[in-house]
């Protein structure tokens, strides 16, 4: 059975302290109150990390992740940070191509299918987004979009690589806007990621990938989205800085 995630983002957000405050409030309630085997995934900016690695110990429903890292091993790379360095504290997650560091900081899928050899290699899990402008949904071209994203950004991983991968689906359009794709639009979609995952390797594999779905995604619209066969879960944005309704999509998928 494939893991049941949700995973917050919660970007360029909270100074040291409210992001600890943060994460305690959300460990707490997922130890009173998560009852099935979902995941918590928290993904903070990398001043937070090595303590929210720290005050996780004890909680194995709480995981922490990172929102990037560089494609290099170590080098002359002012300001960044490497997949060895987040390995290194206990971070066990990456968020790699979410549309803001598509768009902001132009990283192509050539450059993310690098970025998810270093992340792999280093032990990490990338949590790999894709998704399409609205632009290129009303031009109808976005299951092609997503096709070139999976193939260039991904399928050139070994099938053994491939099942340490988390796909995120996000409608670029969703992101942030309130405007949260329907549960049949984000349906289509992830079945259709997952047949091309099942072409490329084979159904077992496609069988056992988590697909989360990412969009203004919040505890009222969760349920519906989270009870479509091909949805495993979701990367919330704006929602996990709010410990009660993060903890509250994660419940969704209580026992
Ligand atoms: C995101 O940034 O990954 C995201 C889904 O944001 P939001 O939930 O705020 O739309």
Redesign the pocket.
Known sequence: MRKKIVAG?W?MNLDYSEGLALFSEITNMVKDEVTGKQQAVVCSPFIHLHSLVQMAKGYDKVSVGAQNAHQAESGAYTGEVSAKMLKSIGVEYV?LG???RRQYFHESNELLAKKTDTALANGLKPIF?IGETLEERNSEIHFQVIKDQLVEGLFHLSAEQFTKIVI?Y?PVW?????LTATADQAQEIHAFIRAEIAAKYDQQIANDTTILY?????PKNAPELFAQPDIDG???????LKSRDFVDILKVFNA
């Open positions: 983002n970007k968020i979410h549309s803001e987004c995120a996000e969703a992101i942030g806007t309130g990412g969009g203004s995604c919040n979701g990367l919330i944005g704006g929602a996990s």
